[in-house]
């Protein structure tokens, strides 16, 4: 199947831990996001890469650093997890920077407890 | 103030109604425009794209775009209770640039 795929799914972890999460696309696109989604839905991007360089850098915390090995492939690294990283993020990608629509990943739901 | 303003709903509608959604955005650079529809625990998926001002249609879907009052609406014709789902605008610059989105508003067909 051809998609964005993120792992894992769920993740329950407790405060001060370090958790990942992967992404992978086999669309054949070279642009990759990552995107914070709170309780009441709101998309927000924290990261994007490009062809392996980063483009993209919101403000977020240094606790959270993006890696992407090769152009499909783009992860999370989230150090000390705190109560407020509960969210769902998405991973997406597209073919360039351009908004002939991004695709997403399915979400990974992580909570901090 | 968020770039994209969107009512979050939600938005409640008997099977068959013509459903309008709509966003307002606050940056005059957006020239590209589209709308998700994002169903329970899953991701967004592009319904519609459109650039600059003017209207585009695809089945039961038309999306509209007025920059002047920087304005961008979504109508839904017959709608079925499986259109049941939150819907997302977007808006983005030229290039690069972040693709901004809209709360979201949640929509309710039902039979």
Same mark, same amino acid.
């Given at each position: ?38 309780? $009441? $839905?709101?998309? $927000? ?69 | 103030?968020?770039?994209?303003? +969107? ?23 957006? +020239?590209?425009?589209?709308? @998700? ?11 519609? @794209? ?13 999306? +509209? ?26 808006? +983005? ?19």
């Amino acid at each position: 199947d051809t998609a964005v795929s993120q792992t894992p799914k769920y993740l329950v972890t407790q405060m001060g831990n370090d958790k990942s999460i992967k992404c992978e696309q086999n669309l054949g696109h070279d642009t990759m996001y990552w995107y914070k989604q709170d309780s $009441k $839905k709101f998309l $927000k991007i924290m990261f994007s890469y490009n062809n392996k360089e980063l483009i993209i850098n919101e403000t977020v915390p240094n606790r959270f650093s993006p890696k992407s090995p090769d152009k499909a492939h783009l992860n999370l690294h989230i150090n000390s997890l705190e109560l407020g990283d509960s969210a769902v993020y998405f991973c997406a990608s597209s073919q360039g920077g351009q908004n002939y629509g991004y695709t997403f990943g399915s979400g990974t739901r992580l909570t901090v407890v | 103030q968020k770039e994209v303003e +969107q009512d979050p709903g939600p938005l409640s509608v008997p099977e068959g109604a013509i459903v309008s959604l709509n966003c307002t955005y606050s940056n005059s650079a957006f +020239q590209y425009f589209m709308w @998700y529809r994002q169903y329970s625990r899953k991701g967004p998926e592009l319904l519609m @794209y459109t650039y600059s001002s003017g209207n585009k249609e695809d089945g039961r879907f038309t999306a +509209q775009v007025d920059k002047s009052s920087k304005y961008i609406s979504l109508f839904i014709r017959d709608s079925q209770p499986s259109d049941s789902a939150t819907y997302l605008c977007a808006a +983005q610059n030229t290039g690069f640039q972040k693709l901004v989105f809209g709360t979201g508003t949640r929509l309710l067909v039902s039979p």
